[in-house]
């Protein structure tokens, strides 16, 4: 199907949950409130890494107002469990352990307690008046140094993994990735240049605007209710299971508006807290709401890292061999996203001769969490600018080398398999053709860098439901969290299949018992996998109206046929309205899918940059970005993205760090300190949508909110070293940061 | 009908360095049996019970299996396992 054939897909429509976001009327998390709610709080470590000899909350219990007090003695024992669990692989004693910390705090802001009591005030106060002592101990914030023989141990049972072969020493390293083919020695040994850098990350946090929220009862009839802020209410339900043992059947979970997530709201922190205080409290709810300060020390950043990259390649341009170390720190519990960082690092290139080392080390750090292409971002920081300085020993054009080394269709990624159709070439020729890339770039100590950048994408289970009104309408029913504005995106598939207006498609995201089981909004999975089970939908739709069209014409069904939204039979014609205002048995449909033909995404971004050698400032002068994005079902949704994505971006890029003491504290918890990008900071993100589409979509779909984060640090990088002649290896570059380098370099004003 | 099976560079100290293995079987289990049959030890790094391990991934021919061990295998096909992942 070209994109000529769709009347509702490639169109910018209002979104359905528009007015209510921009009036103040849609509910988020801190808005739900139920009769004789109590208000809970956690009390938080004030050391990286201590022993808990003992906690006395008889104080907090004393005082007037406090309806229950928990620690990790009402947690169930879960075991040793190691699971899937949406999202990514935990082990379930180590979750249960972040919730509330068994017999260690493993960072600064690890939760220990909490209180639920009549408000908020006197819930903050008997949290204060619960009395921990500590028998503190060594901590390590550093991946490299964790890894160091004489290491603070963190976790005394943890084994080194290697894709199911387990170590036999204690170890901070939790995981061991290898990827191998060919031989390194002799594609460095044709090659004709080689570089060699080594580069740090810091930890970053996604950043949503609405912290963590959730409500709980815990019902007398062990029913467990629950509504939150999260990417995935089924992910929720499951977590509850497991951590709290009891049946997936006893937790309703109804997911809230979402005020971004961006991977941070899959798991859960307050959710089985505020259960374990419901039960507690005589089965009455409880909201647990956390400050930013809360969100930043208590949950998941994404990881730091050290990563070295050495590439080769011949006079000609031509990539000769690769290989990489990269050590991610997981924070306190194992699950840094190193295995993707793996896979991203030289994803973009066609490579016969490659290996990559991933370790994912635990550090007195909060518990990293999926952020946006997880890994993606340090992996294409670092290699992006090995490629960029091969470029310019080479003396080729950026963009021109990338085009002569780029993966299509075929080709095999670092980690073996074969991509399929993919739009690299395409996405490079368009970044190539832009005008930005050609325009002139006048003045001192201005640059302008490139980078490329690669992500899986991911598909997922989905479900979905619709059912027929009288009016025509249709009510489209789905599980998937909108973050991006999916309700849109996958009314407008409905729409299509079923020739339609998209004006008639209601859409509305329920909770668990409302729909069939759905993989959270993650993995830029849900207008693809979602996608797929709305368009399931709509041929199901369009099945059951044509054999009531059939019966109301009393005709065979086959004699029926059906084209944009009209039914027709021998000359009698009726419209999908029509008919609907007819149908005698209603008509209800479902669907369920697991699609595995997501297709990865990859993008190329330019940037224009000047900076200010006495401060050390990068200012951004212009920005591009530029993505295969398989077919754009809401092409202003899609823009959204890319300039979302490479927004943040900027922040991880230029400013933002967790900053910690000698001690191990985090001394930055606050956005005055903790610095992201402001409407201030950034120019008008200019976005081309390269549209190859996805052989394993009905509509071409692929996965779009991801990788637009991964080019940015990388293409700053670049940009700066083009408008200094400094090559920055250590993010973010700050002014601080920049400047001291411009300084080691006496690069002058 | 033979299926090209990549052994994961961490698991070539079983087969002695072998990169890539021929071995029949109609599911991604039977492949593994197979492969278990040759290089003792390959079947407990990357089965757990009746399931893949968590966090290790079978891709067919590029395209990751939905079906864990009961994948079926109708061609000869192209065989990885690869970390598990999703994104944010």
Known sequence: MTSSQYKVIGSRPLRPD????????????????????????????????????????????????????????????????????????????????????????LYHGHAIAAVAADNPHIAEEAARLIKVTYEVLPHVLDGRAAMAANAPILLPDLRTNELGKQGSSQTNVAEHIRHQ????AAGFAAA??????????????????????????????????????????????????????????RVVVTPTEIGGGFGGKNSVYLEPVAALLSRKAGH????????????????????????????GATRDGTLTAAEAEMIYEAGAFPG?????????????????????????????????????????????????????????????????????????????????PELPRIGFIETLEAARDHAHYSAPLPGKQRGRGVAAGFWFNWGGKSSASASVNADGTVNLVEGSTDIGGSR????????????????????????????????????????????????????????????????????PVDGVTVQDGTFAHNGDSMSFRELAGQLEVPVSVSASVFPSGFGPSFAVHIVDVEVDVETGKVEILRYTAVQDVGKAIHPAYVEGQLQGGAAQGVGWALNEEYVYDDKGRLVNASLLDYRMPTALDLPMIDTVLVEVANPGHPYGVRGVGEVPIVPPAAALANAIYQATGVRMTELPMSPARVSAALLAAAVPA | M???????????????????????????????????????????????????????????????????????????????????????
């Open chain 1, 18 to 105: 528009g007015v209510d976001k921009v009036t103040g009327r849609a509910v988020y998390g801190a808005d739900v409130k139920l009769p004789g709610m109590l208000h809970g709080k956690i009390l938080r470590s004030p050391h990286a890494h201590a022993r808990i000899v003992s906690i006395d909350v008889s104080a907090a219990q004393a005082l007037p107002g406090v309806r229950a007090v928990v620690t990790a003695r009402e947690l169930p024992s879960v075991g040793d469990t190691v699971t899937d669990l949406g999202e990514s692989v935990v082990n379930l004693r180590y979750m249960s352990n972040n919730i509330l910390a068994h017999d260690k705090v």
């Open chain 1, 181 to 184: 083919r060919g031989d390194l």
């Open chain 1, 192 to 249: 004709d240049v080689i570089v060699e850098r080594e580069f740090h990350t810091a930890t970053v946090h996604q950043g949503y605007v609405e912290p963590h929220a959730a409500v709980a009862l815990w019902n007398e009839d062990d029913q467990i209710l629950v509504w939150c802020s999260t990417q995935g209410s089924f992910g929720v339900q499951e977590q509850m299971a497991e951590l709290l043992q009891v049946p997936p059947s």
């Open chain 1, 284 to 311: 009455r709810p409880v909201k647990m709401t956390m400050t930013r300060a809360e969100v930043l020390f208590g949950t998941g950043p994404t990881s730091g890292s050290y990563i070295r990259v050495k590439m």
């Open chain 1, 336 to 416: 840094s996203p190193v295995g993707a960082g793996c896979g991203v690092l030289f994803g973009p290139y066609k490579l016969e001769n490659v290996q990559v080392d991933g370790y994912d080390v635990v550090v007195n750090r909060p518990k990293s969490a999926a952020y946006r292409a997880p890994g993606g971002t340090n992996a294409a920081f670092a290699a992006e600018a090995v490629v960029d300085e091969l470029t310019e020993k080479l003396g080729i054009d950026p963009i021109a080398f990338r085009l002569h080394n780029a993966v299509r269709e075929g080709d095999r990624r670092a980690d073996g």
């Open chain 1, 488 to 555: 849109a995106s996958l009314a407008m598939q409905l729409a299509e299949t079923l020739g339609i207006p998209y004006a008639d498609i209601r859409p509305q995201v329920v909770g668990t018992a409302g729909v069939g089981y759905n993989e959270g909004t993650y993995g830029s999975r849900t207008t693809f996998s979602t996608g797929w089970a709305v368009y399931e939908l709509g041929k199901k739709i369009l099945d059951e109206m044509r054999q009531r069209a059939a019966t109301h014409w009393d005709v």
């Open chain 2, 2 to 88: 033979p299926h090209d099976v990549w052994i994961p560079p961490v698991h070539r100290d079983l087969t002695h360095g072998v990169e890539r293995v021929a071995v029949d079987g109609s599911t991604i289990g039977a492949v593994i049996e197979a492969l278990d049959a040759q290089f003792p030890g390959l079947a407990a790094r990357l089965t757990d019970g009746d399931r893949l391990r968590p966090g290790i991934a079978a891709a067919v021919n590029g395209v990751v299996a939905s079906r864990g061990l009961r994948q079926k295998l109708t061609d000869a096909s192209e065989i990885h396992f690869v970390p598990a992942m999703a994104g944010g």
